[in-house]
């Protein structure tokens, strides 16, 4: 079993930042990597970012690049989302989520086998 448990989000003004972590415990040896999808209400989980535990490689939605910056800290089993001039649009229950089969994207939902409780961010106009 693994164990995700997110951090770090709160209200903020436009353009403000904020930094979610994600601290993952248990079984976490094997994992593949780690993801953060977000979920507005009304509408469907969507994408955000990941980032390989072995290399470190990162992919990004269109809607953050730029602005928002996964990483991890192997020794700590904790990922961090940065979040950078926020937007109104931003605002959803971000969720952070851990793989442990082998993708070519990491961009789905079906990637992952756990998941955090999810942390809400709002973002003010």
């Known amino acids: 079993q693994v164990q995700l448990v997110e951090s770090g989000g709160g209200l903020v003004q436009a353009g403000g930042s904020l930094r979610l972590s994600c601290a993952a415990s248990?079984?976490?040896?094997?994992?593949?990597?780690m993801g953060w999808f977000r979920q507005a209400p009304g509408k469907e989980r969507e994408f955000v970012a990941t980032i390989r535990w072995s290399g470190g490689i990162t992919y990004y939605a269109d809607s953050v690049k730029g602005r928002f910056t996964i990483s991890r800290d192997n020794a700590k089993n904790t990922v961090y989302l940065q979040m950078n001039s926020l937007k109104p649009d931003d605002t959803a229950v971000y969720y952070c989520?851990?793989?442990?089969?082998?993708?070519?994207?990491?961009?789905?939902?079906?990637?992952?086998?756990?998941w955090g409780q999810g942390t809400q961010v709002t973002v003010s106009s």
């Open positions: 989520a851990a793989a442990f089969r082998y993708s070519s994207s990491y961009y789905y939902t079906w990637d992952y086998d756990y």
């Open positions: 248990g079984r976490t040896f094997s994992s593949t990597a």
